[in-house]
Protein backbone atom coordinates (compact mmCIF):
# COMPACT_ATOMS: atom_id res chain seq x y z
CA UNK A 1 0.00 0.00 0.00
CA UNK A 2 0.98 3.81 -0.84
CA UNK A 3 0.26 6.28 1.19
CA UNK A 4 0.22 9.94 -0.16
CA UNK A 5 -0.36 12.81 2.99
CA UNK A 6 -0.85 16.39 1.75
CA UNK A 7 0.47 19.64 3.53
CA UNK A 8 -0.77 23.21 2.82
CA UNK A 9 -3.79 24.67 1.58
CA UNK A 10 -5.96 27.26 3.29
CA UNK A 11 -7.15 30.50 2.53
CA UNK A 12 -5.30 33.40 0.33
CA UNK A 13 -6.36 36.37 -1.21
CA UNK A 14 -7.01 36.85 -4.98
CA UNK A 15 -3.02 37.50 -6.34
CA UNK A 16 -1.61 35.44 -3.50
CA UNK A 17 0.53 32.66 -3.52
CA UNK A 18 0.60 29.24 -1.47
CA UNK A 19 2.33 26.19 -2.18
CA UNK A 20 1.35 22.25 -1.44
CA UNK A 21 3.43 19.61 -0.94
CA UNK A 22 2.69 15.74 -0.97
CA UNK A 23 4.74 13.16 0.43
CA UNK A 24 4.25 9.17 -1.07
CA UNK A 25 5.72 6.28 1.06
CA UNK A 26 5.04 2.70 1.64
CA UNK A 27 5.20 -0.28 -0.87
CA UNK A 28 6.81 1.85 -3.60
CA UNK A 29 9.11 0.52 -6.55
CA UNK A 30 9.52 3.71 -8.05
CA UNK A 31 6.97 6.60 -9.30
CA UNK A 32 6.40 6.69 -12.67
CA UNK A 33 4.54 9.76 -12.10
CA UNK A 34 2.77 12.44 -9.31
CA UNK A 35 0.48 15.30 -9.68
CA UNK A 36 -2.78 17.41 -8.72
CA UNK A 37 -6.26 17.37 -9.18
CA UNK A 38 -8.52 19.62 -8.40
CA UNK A 39 -12.67 19.86 -8.25
CA UNK A 40 -14.54 22.67 -7.39
CA UNK A 41 -17.94 22.66 -6.12
CA UNK A 42 -20.11 21.87 -9.00
CA UNK A 43 -17.75 20.84 -11.00
CA UNK A 44 -15.80 17.76 -12.25
CA UNK A 45 -12.61 16.93 -11.10
CA UNK A 46 -9.75 18.10 -13.51
CA UNK A 47 -5.94 17.82 -13.75
CA UNK A 48 -3.98 20.54 -12.98
CA UNK A 49 -0.20 19.78 -13.16
CA UNK A 50 1.60 16.67 -13.68
CA UNK A 51 5.27 15.46 -13.50
CA UNK A 52 6.62 12.19 -14.23
CA UNK A 53 9.86 10.51 -12.93
CA UNK A 54 11.93 12.16 -16.27
CA UNK A 55 10.87 15.44 -15.24
CA UNK A 56 8.21 16.22 -17.71
CA UNK A 57 5.09 18.72 -17.10
CA UNK A 58 1.99 18.93 -18.23
CA UNK A 59 -0.48 21.55 -16.98
CA UNK A 60 -3.98 22.61 -17.57
CA UNK A 61 -3.74 25.54 -19.43
CA UNK A 62 -5.92 27.62 -16.95
CA UNK A 63 -3.10 27.81 -15.13
CA UNK A 64 -0.03 27.62 -17.15
CA UNK A 65 2.30 30.19 -16.53
CA UNK A 66 1.18 30.88 -12.85
CA UNK A 67 1.57 27.30 -11.45
CA UNK A 68 4.67 25.07 -11.16
CA UNK A 69 4.95 21.70 -10.30
CA UNK A 70 8.42 20.34 -9.41
CA UNK A 71 9.68 17.07 -7.60
CA UNK A 72 11.97 15.83 -5.13
CA UNK A 73 12.92 12.56 -6.40
CA UNK A 74 14.62 11.21 -2.96
CA UNK A 75 11.87 11.95 -0.66
CA UNK A 76 9.05 11.00 -3.42
CA UNK A 77 7.18 14.50 -2.66
CA UNK A 78 5.47 16.60 -5.21
CA UNK A 79 5.49 20.67 -5.00
CA UNK A 80 2.77 22.37 -6.64
CA UNK A 81 4.07 26.23 -5.96
CA UNK A 82 0.96 28.15 -6.75
CA UNK A 83 1.09 32.08 -8.03
CA UNK A 84 -1.08 34.63 -9.00
CA UNK A 85 -3.73 32.78 -7.19
CA UNK A 86 -7.84 33.35 -8.36
CA UNK A 87 -11.08 32.89 -6.58
CA UNK A 88 -11.52 30.92 -9.63
CA UNK A 89 -8.72 28.46 -8.15
CA UNK A 90 -10.61 27.93 -5.06
CA UNK A 91 -11.15 23.85 -4.83
CA UNK A 92 -10.22 20.68 -2.99
CA UNK A 93 -6.60 20.19 -4.30
CA UNK A 94 -5.74 16.08 -4.14
CA UNK A 95 -2.69 14.54 -5.02
CA UNK A 96 -1.87 12.06 -7.41
CA UNK A 97 0.64 9.04 -7.65
CA UNK A 98 1.29 6.35 -10.58
CA UNK A 99 3.51 4.29 -9.21
CA UNK A 100 5.08 0.38 -9.60
CA UNK A 101 4.48 -1.35 -6.09
CA UNK A 102 7.36 -2.75 -4.83
CA UNK A 103 5.97 -6.02 -3.70
CA UNK A 104 4.08 -7.17 -7.11
CA UNK A 105 6.01 -4.73 -9.39
CA UNK A 106 2.73 -3.80 -10.48
CA UNK A 107 1.47 -0.51 -11.66
CA UNK A 108 -1.10 0.74 -9.12
CA UNK A 109 -2.33 4.69 -8.58
CA UNK A 110 -3.23 6.16 -5.20
CA UNK A 111 -5.44 9.52 -4.38
CA UNK A 112 -4.56 11.81 -1.41
CA UNK A 113 -7.14 12.61 1.08
CA UNK A 114 -7.42 16.18 -0.64
CA UNK A 115 -6.72 19.88 0.29
CA UNK A 116 -9.22 22.53 0.09
CA UNK A 117 -7.45 26.30 -1.25
CA UNK A 118 -10.09 28.74 -0.83
CA UNK A 119 -9.00 32.08 -2.93
CA UNK A 120 -10.95 35.15 -1.26
CA UNK A 121 -10.88 38.39 -0.22
Known amino acids: QVQLVESGGGLVQPGGSMRLSCAAS????????MGWYRQAPGKQRELVAV???????NYADSVKGRFTISRDNGKNTVFLQMNSLKPEDTAVYSC???????????????WGQGTQVTVSS
Open 96 to 110: NADVLDSVDVTRKNY
Open 26 to 33: GTIFTIIA
Open 51 to 57: ITSSGRT
